[in-house]
């Protein structure tokens, strides 16, 4: 079974740029998340799908931070205009939610590292 | 608010010793506790989960216990290696979707 799939792994880019960031689950997980890690810091939940809807952005950026996940599978996670906080390990991970269970395992990819000068 | 606290300082060992590593969490009942494996540059990978009703769980030389009174969660790897030797963070779920939230991870490193 291929694991979730990100790109680019590694991006540099200046204050005030724009940057996106590709995900690509397990096939066949309805929920999808974009974690955003800071270094020495646990992963913090940007925002979670479940098919093509959002579930929870509560801790998403609004004014700069945007997701979407088109078709219930892929998903880009963009950010616009960047900041010097911003600078972190982007995670995306999915899982698959089976009626009636409370507990879900979730499957991360590489992640992608985003420095922003 | 709902707050996890695991170790906050690198935990360093010898090899073929047993490693503990606590993850204490504050302001909620958690329904299951998951413990997660994180190496550089790395995504966290899955280890074990614990269910509220689970006092104790294992795999191969991981064990995790949970103790709902004392709200702390314990993690045990025996006869550690140095391949044993990265980030390891617990995460528990709140809210209605069940949203994980995770602790800073505790950093272990097996000498040889």
């Known amino acids: 079974e291929a694991g979730v799939a990100q790109s680019p792994r590694y991006k540099i880019i200046e204050k005030r740029q724009s940057v996106a960031f590709w995900c690509n689950p397990i096939s066949g997980h309805a929920t999808l998340y974009w974690y955003q890690q800071i270094l020495g810091q646990g992963p913090k939940l940007l925002i979670q799908?479940?098919?093509?809807?959002?579930?929870?952005d509560s801790q998403l950026p609004k004014d700069r931070f945007s997701a979407e996940r088109l078709k219930g599978v892929d998903s880009t996670l963009k950010i616009q205009p960047a900041k010097l906080e911003d600078s972190a390990v982007y995670l995306c991970?999915?899982?698959?939610?089976?009626?009636?269970?409370?507990?879900?395992?979730?499957?991360f990819g590489p992640g992608t590292r985003l420095l922003v000068l | 608010s709902q707050k996890i606290e695991q170790n906050s300082e690198a935990l360093n060992i010898q090899e073929g010793k047993t490693a503990t590593l606590t993850c204490n969490y504050t302001?909620?009942?958690?329904?299951?506790l998951q413990w997660y494996r994180q190496d550089p540059g790395r995504g966290p990978v899955f280890l074990l989960l614990i269910r509220e009703n689970e006092k104790e769980k294992r795999k191969e030389r991981l064990k995790v216990t949970f103790d709902t009174t004392l709200k702390q969660s314990l993690f045990h790897i025996t006869a550690s290696q140095p391949a044993d030797s990265a980030t390891y963070l617990c995460a528990l779920p709140t809210g209605n979707n069940r949203k994980l939230i995770w602790g800073l991870g505790t950093s272990l490193a097996v000498n040889p």
């Open positions: 991970a999915s899982s698959s939610r089976t009626f009636g269970y409370h507990q879900e395992t979730q499957y």
């Open positions: 799908f479940q098919n093509n809807g959002v579930v929870d």
């Open positions: 302001n909620y009942s958690p329904a299951y």
